[in-house]
């Protein structure tokens, strides 16, 4: 069976990575291990790790999908090859790692969480296993596949049943999300920031959706200098804390919260 264009990017990450320690294991004969190295090899060893937990049907079926281990659960995603929002990128992958291995310090049990961008909805999928009201949003022509992704994930597996709503960013928000009733705990995006010429409106869209004790949870691959200048234009409006980072994927994780200016 051949692999689709996410095991194939992953797959070349990995051997990236393993190239990489190899060098390093010949370079430590003659250089002691400093912090850099240490955290190069934390960094190879969760992208390991991560990836040992992706799979491929060994049978070919009608529908065709790719599987996850997490949470305790077989997740089975269906993609669309024809639309990048309907893929499974890394950025996901390392957001939904982080919320299974650090469930005491971000409990999702109860919360009101909302994923902007969720694609395939494989993020989603598991802050529901893990006990999360949870709302996916993504423009109209991916909900489709999404809300067939989280319907076969998650029936009669969660506390509570996941929603499946249309977001387009900066689009009727006041109406589709009014302030006074989105009370959210927490907002996930993984891969939102890209060349797209709607990073404004993806602005507007994380400021409309946090309270002051609202919690985002970012995860963003470094591409092009406009990202960097989209991250310079979020923290005018946000706290933002880098929490980990992958330097073989160019992928940073970050945690926001919405600048008090009153006791500024």
Same mark, same amino acid.
């Given at each position: ?201 993806? =602005?507007?869209?994380?400021?409309? =959706? ?38 073989? =994927? ?15």
């Amino acid at each position: 069976m051949g692999f689709n264009m996410r095991e194939i990017y992953w797959r070349k990450c990995l051997w990236r990575v393993k190239e990489e320690g190899a060098e390093e294991g010949r370079e430590s004969l003659r250089i002691t291990a400093g912090p850099e190295n240490r955290e190069a090899d934390d960094d190879r060893k969760v992208v390991a790790e991560i990836m040992q937990r992706c799979f491929v049907p060994t049978l070919v079926t009608a529908i065709s999908w790719e599987g996850f281990h997490f949470v305790g659960h077989e997740i089975r995603i269906t993609e669309a090859m024809d639309c990048y929002g309907a893929v499974v990128w890394p950025s996901a992958l390392v957001l939904y790692y982080f919320l299974e291995t650090n469930v005491k310090q971000y409990n999702m049990v109860d919360k009101n969480v909302i994923e902007i961008g969720a694609g395939t909805g494989l993020v989603s999928i598991v802050a529901s296993l893990l006990g999360a009201h949870v709302t996916a949003t993504d423009l109209p022509e991916l909900l489709g596949n999404l809300q067939y992704n989280i319907s076969q994930n998650t029936k009669m597996k969660c506390k509570h049943l996941p929603q499946v709503k249309e977001l387009s960013w900066g689009v009727a928000l006041d109406k589709n999300f009014p302030k006074a009733s989105s009370n959210f705990d927490y907002i996930l995006a993984a891969d939102v920031v890209y060349a797209h010429p709607f990073l404004e409106e993806l =602005l507007i869209t994380f400021d409309h =959706l946090c309270k002051e004790t609202t919690v985002i949870l970012w995860v963003m691959k470094f591409r092009l200098e406009k990202e960097n200048k989209f991250v310079d234009r979020f923290k005018e409006l946000f706290n933002l804390e880098e929490i980990s980072s992958f330097p073989s =994927l160019n992928i940073k994780l970050y945690k926001a919260m919405k600048k008090n200016w009153r006791s500024a």
